[in-house]
């Protein structure tokens, strides 16, 4: 998990409770800058993911695994009196039924192992295996990459939120 961090939890915990008291659409505007912000980082991610070399084609009727693993990155922001909070993440529930940890092991430098089927009249010990690899870093490299330009947008929101509530 990629984290990134800003001018303190101290100030984001002291935002949080003064928000509690605060009307309501001032914590809706704050979260709205916050999605704001995270939007552009979310492309980016679903982007790193979408460029990812593909060995072989999809099964008709089937989405890509690039494209169902881009679908699955969604950004959230959350206010409580422990903090303010912005998540980034890839949503493994989000994957088809019984795929829902590709998302994580395409980011493996080891890859993962499956079988390729075609006789299914031979057991697990007698199927062919093989090893996939996906692209390591996809999720972390461009939140990394971004963090500084997010941290500079977070911490304007969070200003604008505290002029606010003095004001």
Do not use: Y
């Not at 916050?34 to 084609?57: D, K, Y």
């Not at 989405?63 to 959350?78: C, D, F, K, N």
């Not at 039924?97 to 299914?120: C, I, K, M, Y």
């Amino acid at each position: 998990m990629a984290r990134v961090t800003g001018s303190g939890p101290e100030e984001l915990k002291s935002l949080a409770v003064r928000l509690k008291e605060a009307d309501p659409k001032l914590r809706l505007e704050m979260r709205r800058a916050f999605n704001r912000t995270a939007a552009p980082v979310v492309r980016e991610v679903q982007a790193s993911i979408l460029s990812m070399p593909s060995v072989h084609g999809s099964p008709p009727g089937r989405v890509p695994l690039r494209e169902a693993i881009a679908r699955t990155v969604t950004s959230s922001v959350s206010t409580a009196p422990s903090g303010v909070k912005l998540e980034i993440v890839s949503l493994g529930r989000r994957m088809p039924e019984g795929e829902q940890n590709l998302n994580a092991l395409t980011d493996r430098s080891g890859g993962w192992g499956h079988p390729v089927f075609g006789r299914h009249w031979l057991t697990r010990r007698e199927w062919t295996w093989v090893r996939q690899h996906g692209k390591t870093g996809w999720f972390e490299r461009p939140v990394i990459g971004s963090g500084k330009t997010a941290q500079g947008e977070l911490e304007k929101a969070m200003e604008e939120t505290k002029r606010k509530l003095e004001g």
